[in-house]
């Protein structure tokens, strides 16, 4: 449906995007995950048509769009901010980019909005705002909908509930997404395929539970934040960590590495390596104490009074990733 | 800003500056004449300088005032009509409300009055804004940690002298540019500011090269105003918009109907019983019929309704075509406001040495020209108020399949419509009563309200004058209609 192939677009000489590839398939979701500043916004505006590539080419549906006007990709965007029309009613906004022969109503139904067709924006909650910007995207029946943060001016109860169903509206008209967004919970529930942003690259570009599990940089591992980067000698599939041994995924890596070790991925092992608990601090989804080591500080999902011995164990194998 | 559109705009731009070069070309000409003008010079800067500060006191003073007291938007109407009264109007009505007190309000200390009532409020309404944004955050900062009265001085003024600063170079420009209340309040009494003596120069009958005199006059006010032009409003950081402990709430609503009583009630009174009333018997007799069967006031009422408006209608036109080109608008609207902001005196000399040889010279239509170039900064400024948040709702329109024709059709130019009122709401008044430009362009057959004004104070006809000047203040009024979230 949409794919980018070596596109670059520069602002500066570290600002923009340097040599993407990325594709979207028909009813799929595609994260774009990164920090501000990591690209993803100057990707958008290429994709979108606001701004033209310096380099590399962009299809959608098997048609070349690079210098195509927005109005030609045949696209849907539901903006940051919603961007809807103060002057026009939740139907207006759908019939002014429908065809002639399309089912308002029953698109309006499918989100839910068909009561409220009358209504302009200014008199509807956040999240049938949403909605608008949600339908107006659909109606244009696009191959590609992009959204931008489309859940940052919503209130975090909102937000959780409109991503799965808006997730699951977008799958049932079989057009694909990409979602950007820098907030790793939200590309983790809803992205079928996960491309991770840094520095204007896509670093890591798989699908989401791979991306996640085995990141293929410290920057990929970092986006999703929740990791300590602990940085010990490495060699035949292990790392040594206060003369313990740690199972790494890289069994070709020797010397000194950079682990990236999840919150989630230690646990308390009678064999593991000795650490003494620095801090224990309690979060929403729990409880965590972080853990000094001489190669480093990790946090792990566990509890235990600051002063302690603890010996701790990874459950699975770790990034690791050699030292610059 | 695409090629296309950047040719057609950076020629526009020439041309719309074409004046003011020409009056730098002709004025350097005239450079031998400068040393003659010191003393003008110092009178002019002097009473600028000196009105500018007086003007800072008192809309400072209020502004404070309202901001402490945490009055509402609607005070801000006390102010507000001594603001959009026009000055020279005002010094008429000064005239003759002092009148029966026997005081005669002429010459420098009353042009500063004047310009006081005049500008306070501008300053008003600039500064309110500036110190409800800045000094909430830093005074509640300062309170907290322990600083507390002369000592939070140093954490709450420095951050108004950019404000403070910029509001000083906007009142100074406009003073330095200002010709109705000299002409009126000096002229009598031979106090001169380059304003009224460019004028002046310019129709002596007995000077050899009154338009190189005019000219070496308009090369001073440039040399004085540019270094002002610079600053551009500043209204310091934006902070969060928490709210003080209220205070002298009493004093402030004094002190704001004070103000709009003296600077606004006692000009119009000055004008009604002027223009209403018989000053000898007191009964009433209404000068505006009387001031009407002039054919010079009613071809200047026609000459000022007909150029205003179309002035406006051309500017709303033009602001409405550029709309869609964003950064176009921009570049043009910067280029253009020294048009706006510098001395109207400049423009005019510009456009008489400009165009002088032309058949469009002493005709209505250089007026036209003159109207067109001073007021299309706030045009394009309106438009581009509104045109920045409108960008994004049209490109949401056009990233959905719809051309950019229809966009602007269905989405960018209805939401323009408040912004286009308000460009027409501010513009039509204040060209309608424009006085500056007139005085100098106009010619036989082609006279304004402002020029009628002139005429019939220099006739000894008084009442009508007053008549006029309340025509003109009833249009100036119609700003008042604005919504005030589009004029903020």
Known sequence: MLRLEAISKAYGERAGAFDVDLDVNAGEIVALLGASGSGKTTLLNVIAGVSHPDRGRLWIDGREITQAPPQARRLGYVFQDFALWPHLTVREHVALVAAPTFDQTALLERVGLAALAARKPHALSGGQRQRVALARALAAEPKIVLLDEPYSALDPVLREELRVEIAQFIREAGVGALHVTHDPDEALSVADRIAVMDGGRVVQFGPTRDVYRHPSSVAAARAFGRVALLHATVGSGFAHVNGSRWPIADRALEGRATLAIRHDELAVSDTGAEGTIVARFTVRDGTYIRVRYPEGEVVAALDGPPGAKIRLSPANELAAFATA | ?488
């Not at chain 2, 109407?77 to 010094?91: E, I, T, W």
């Open chain 2, 1 to 488: 800003m695409s090629r296309v559109a950047a040719a057609p705009i950076a020629l526009l731009a020439l041309v719309a500056l074409a004046p003011l070069g020409a009056l730098l070309v002709r004025g350097a000409g005239a450079i031998g004449s400068l040393s003659a003008l010191l003393p003008i010079t110092l009178v002019t800067l002097g009473l600028a300088f000196a009105g500018t500060a007086l003007s800072l006191a008192a809309g400072g003073g209020l502004a404070w005032l309202a901001f402490r007291a945490g009055l509402s938007a609607r005070w801000d109407l006390a102010v507000l009509p001594a603001y959009l009264l026009p000055s020279f109007v005002a010094a008429l009505g000064w005239i003759f409300a002092l009148e029966p007190l026997r005081v005669r309000p002429y010459g420098p200390l009353w042009i500063l009055a004047v310009w006081t009532a005049t500008y306070a409020p501008l300053a008003y309404l600039l500064l309110r804004p500036a110190l409800e944004r800045t000094i909430p955050r830093l005074a509640l900062a300062s309170w907290v940690h322990g600083v507390h009265g002369i000592r939070s001085l140093r954490t709450l003024v420095p951050p108004l002298f950019l404000p403070l600063g910029s509001v000083a170079g906007i009142i100074y420009l406009a003073l330095l540019g200002n010709f109705g209340v000299p002409q009126i309040l000096g002229a009598p009494v031979g106090t001169a500011t380059l304003a009224t003596a460019a004028y002046a120069r310019l129709l002596s009958p007995v000077r050899a090269d009154p338009l190189g005199d005019a000219a070496a006059v308009g090369l001073i006010l440039a040399v004085l105003s540019v270094p002002a032009l610079g600053g551009r409003l500043r209204q310091g950081e934006i902070g969060s918009l928490q709210a003080l402990p209220r205070a002298h709430a009493v004093a402030a609503r004094l002190a704001l109907i004070a103000f709009g009583c003296i600077a606004f009630g006692l000009p119009l009174a000055g004008l009604v019983r002027k223009a209403l009333f018989n000053p000898y018997t007191g009964a009433f007799a209404p000068q505006i019929a009387a001031a009407f069967s002039y054919p010079l006031v009613r071809s200047g009422v026609l000459h000022s309704f007909a150029l205003a408006s179309l002035a406006a209608l051309i500017l709303l036109a033009g602001a409405v075509a550029l709309a869609p080109f964003g950064s176009a608008l921009r570049l043009l609207r910067r280029t253009l406001d020294p048009n706006y902001l510098l001395p109207g005196t400049m423009l005019g000399l510009g456009l008489i040495f400009l165009l002088a040889r032309t058949p469009l010279y002493a005709t209505p239509a250089i007026l036209l020209i003159a109207y067109v170039l001073h007021f299309a900064p706030l045009a394009l400024r309106s438009v581009e108020a509104g045109a920045g948040g409108i960008d994004t709702l049209v490109f949401a329109a056009r990233v959905h399949g719809v051309s950019a024709q229809r966009a602007w059709l269905r989405i960018g130019f209805p939401l323009l419509r408040p912004y286009l009122g308000a460009a027409a709401f501010m513009i039509f008044p204040l060209a309608f009563s424009e006085l500056t430009l007139s005085a100098l362009l106009y010619a036989p057959g082609s006279e304004t309200l402002g020029v009628a004004v002139l005429s019939a104070l220099n006739d000894g006809q008084y009442g009508q004058g007053a008549a006029l000047g309340l025509l003109a203040l009833a249009a100036a009024l119609t700003a008042l209609a604005l919504p005030r979230r589009v004029t903020a």
